[in-house]
């Protein structure tokens, strides 16, 4: 059974920086596409990164495009977010989001969330002004 678990989030000013974490336990990460979502409250669930297993490629939401750095480390099954310039409209849940294994997923469609079958319960990020 896949999990996942994130960390890292909390109360951040305007203008800092956050890493967040998800460690995946549970079949073979390297085969894995990870992802990134939030989730601010009213809204629905958001795209905001992924990383392919299949060539390490990266792909970002414009909205966080130049600010968020989405990584991987296969040796130690963790993914990562890091982000720099918070903004207050960032505040939100986010979730690190896994697809099935060996799945291969095409460019225009990283940015679903259906293409993700495994999820973590998230970790708040607030932004405050």
């Known amino acids: 059974q896949v999990q996942l678990v994130e960390s890292g989030g909390g109360l951040v000013q305007a203008g800092g920086s956050l890493r967040l974490s998800c460690s995946v336990s549970g079949g073979t990460f390297s085969r894995y596409t990870m992802a990134w979502f939030r989730q601010a409250p009213g809204k629905e669930r958001d795209f905001v990164a992924t990383v392919t297993w299949t060539d390490g490629s990266t792909y970002y939401s414009d909205s966080v495009k130049g600010r968020f750095t989405i990584s991987r480390d296969s040796a130690k099954n963790m993914v990562y977010l890091q982000i720099h310039s918070l903004k207050p409209e960032d505040t939100s849940v986010y979730y690190c989001?896994?697809?099935?294994?060996?799945?291969?997923?095409?460019?225009?469609?990283?940015?679903?969330?259906?293409?993700?079958?495994?999820w973590g319960q998230g970790t708040q990020v607030t932004v405050s002004s």
């Open positions: 989001a896994a697809t099935s294994e060996g799945i291969v997923v095409a460019p225009n469609l990283v940015r679903r969330a259906q293409v993700y079958n495994y």
